[in-house]
């Protein structure tokens, strides 16, 4: 008799913690995203983060949105024969079933393009991002100073990289 009951109360348990589980969505998780301040007049401003991918089943970032920008894009940066190049990754970014992916300043990144007014320290950016599986994630991302240690490619800025006469842009 207290076997079964036991039994039943256990299965509720189970059930409640399955559906609260269920409910949040928990299946992506967003850490340590930053962004950096940017100079008067930049157009562009570039975001970094970790994706934890949760569930057991892959995901892929396929876009994202900001109100901070007219236009929010996925990108990469690598260097292609000496040759610093940036590009849109147009097909998204898989992140496989209990695995992370880190956008990190030379590599993946998310790149506000059209920036409505410049990035400033200790700004909190609202940015969206669009997953397959998991939907729209909502993160708020807090804006550093310039030159605090996490700059691209010594010290260069996002916006010096874009504007760079032998960068290839590539479609
Ligand atoms: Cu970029």
Known sequence: MMRALLHVVATAMLI?????AFAQGAAIEIE???????????????????????????????????????KVQ????????????????????AV???SSIVLKPGGYHIML?????PLKADDAVPLLLNFERAGKVSVTVPVQA???GHDDMHGMSHDDMHGMGHMDMKK
């Open 16 to 20: 409640a913690i399955s559906s609260s």
């Open 32 to 70: 340590k995203a930053w962004s950096r301040a940017t100079p008067a007049g930049a157009s562009t401003g570039a975001i970094y983060l970790t994706i934890n991918n949760k569930s057991h089943d892959a995901d892929r970032l396929i876009g994202a949105s900001s109100d901070v920008a007219d």
């Open 146 to 148: 310039m030159g605090t």
């Open 96 to 98: 496989a079933a209990g």
């Open 74 to 93: 996925i990108h990469e940066m690598k260097v292609v024969g000496g040759t610093m190049e940036m590009r849109e990754v147009t097909d998204g970014l």
């Open 113 to 117: 393009i059209g920036l409505k007014k």
